[in-house]
């Protein structure tokens, strides 16, 4: 172990995720396991511009590996896009003894930890924390998991009503570049139809289906739609055009929204954050910078954060191929 880190700071940044309170208390833990400080940097890069630290213990971090958002607060930063508010940050941090930083975020967030260790050779290591799962270098971002059995259990419920009123849902889940959690969601909760923004179903392909689900003997039907997919201007335009040309169907439309990021965290977004927080800690006390923490094949593994930003995550075809299967 590296014995010239005493003290590590740890943020969240960007949007939040269930399993970043789980994140922040292993960071913590592990701070205190290895007889290091550990400092909360609150609400994000703008805490480290303005000094918002927080001495951080093992008991400071009691009873949040349950609880949803993040203690350490997140907001966004246009200060830290400029070179005289990443100096602040950086004098904030020297005159704080701070020695590394542990990066809870998405690729925003692992963005400005580049800039930030390139200007100033500061020791970063980052963990994903965003519902959509689209970070590349991990299998699973903290809070995916949680995210998609909230859609499945709000799918669940919308199912109730389609079925006791001869309806058709869309149903517009969280997903604006990756359809992860809807194309899950969607197997998982047995939807008639995926609309994913890799996968261009097209308006008459989707009316043809849902026409073919009506003659099997279908008297309603669910579509879930990730909010990035193209087949419509919009869910709502979408619904409009399928409700003139399918008049069979009474088309209602449920966007789930942030309800998806919020929440009591999964048992596996908790086990996978405390992971993470270990793994990240004791990268940095090895030496290690510049890297995100990640998960494959159930192993822990680093990806430089460069190619965890430039690089893309590719959505299951195999998963594809079982939900066409499904839909018949």
Aim: aromatic share 6%; net charge neutral; glycine share 10%.
């Amino acid at each position: 172990m590296s014995k010239s880190i005493k003290r590590i700071g740890v943020m969240t940044s960007g949007g939040d995720s269930p399993g970043m309170n789980a994140a922040i208390r292993s960071v913590v833990r592990t701070c205190a396991f290895h007889h290091i400080d550990c400092i909360g940097i609150y609400r994000g890069y703008q805490g480290m511009i303005e000094a918002d630290f927080k001495l951080m213990n093992a008991r400071s971090v009691n009873n949040i590996i349950n609880k949803g958002g993040t203690i350490l607060k997140s907001a966004r930063s246009q200060d830290f896009r400029t070179k005289e508010g990443r100096r602040k940050a950086y004098d904030n941090m020297v005159d704080h003894e701070i020695d590394a930083l542990v990066l809870i975020g998405g690729d925003g967030t692992f963005t400005g930890g580049m800039i930030f260790n390139q200007e100033y050779k500061f020791p970063v290591i980052g963990i994903p924390g965003t519902i959509d799962n689209d970070i590349f270098g991990t299998s699973f971002t903290l809070g995916y998991d949680t995210a998609l059995n909230t859609a499945v259990d709000a799918i669940d419920k919308i199912r109730d009503t389609a079925s006791s009123h001869n309806r058709l849902f869309f149903v517009e889940v969280m997903g604006r570049d990756v359809g992860h959690i809807a194309l899950n969601a969607g197997v998982g909760a047995g939807a008639e139809e995926i609309l994913i923004p890799e996968e261009d179903l097209g308006v008459e392909r989707l009316l043809e289906s849902l026409k073919r689900s009506k003659k099997s003997g279908k008297s309603s039907s669910i579509v879930v739609v990730a909010e990035g997919d193209k087949t419509g201007k919009n869910v709502f335009e979408l619904a409009e055009y399928i409700e003139k040309n399918l008049p069979d169907y009474e088309v209602r439309v449920s966007v789930l929204g942030h309800m998806q990021r919020g929440g009591t965290p999964s048992c596996y977004d908790r086990v996978l954050a405390s992971r993470m927080g270990v793994r990240a800690v004791e990268s940095l006390l090895e030496g290690k910078s510049n890297y995100m923490v990640g998960v494959a094949n159930d192993k822990m593994i680093l990806t430089p954060l460069d190619k965890a930003v430039k690089g893309k995550s590719e959505i299951d075809a195999e998963l594809l191929r079982v939900s066409d299967i499904m839909t018949t």
